[in-house]
């Protein structure tokens, strides 16, 4: 199966396991983006979840709670960010409003 790395602090804990799983399966059941594939799930007790995109090499950062959410706003900025042909470096989603965005250099 081509499934993302699970990477991070105390992984052996079934606690933390279990709060990365809602995860996984919100980004199988929102088809997440086409053509758009994550390589790694980081978990780190300070930022929460963060997420690596094959593809684009782009850094996204989830926090600690609301995965479902989140991943449909990130997936309306990638989407966004495609038609306009612009390149992200870091898109950051655990704000409860909005939705950051570091560009790369020379876009």
């Known amino acids: 199966l081509d499934l993302p790395f ?3 602090e105390n992984l052996e804990d079934q606690k933390i396991r279990e709060k990365i799983l809602p995860l996984l399966q919100s980004l199988e ?3 997440f983006v086409k053509g758009i594939k994550v390589s790694e799930i ?3 007790e300070k930022l929460g979840v963060n997420l690596y995109l094959a593809q684009e090499g782009v850094q996204v950062k ?4 609301g995965f479902a959410g989140k991943i449909d ?3 309306r900025v990638l989407e966004y960010l ?3 042909g612009m390149n992200s470096r870091v898109i950051d989603a655990r704000f409860s409003k909005k939705v950051v ?4 250099n020379g876009t």
Do not use: A, N, Q
């Not at 989830?62 to 709670?65: R, S």
């Not at 965005?101 to 790369?104: A, H, I, S, Y």
């Open 6 to 8: 699970l990477r991070g």
């Open 29 to 31: 059941g929102k088809g």
């Open 42 to 44: 980081i978990y780190g």
């Open 62 to 65: 989830l926090g600690h709670v």
């Open 73 to 75: 706003k990130v997936k």
């Open 82 to 84: 495609r038609r306009k």
């Open 101 to 104: 965005v570091r560009p790369r």
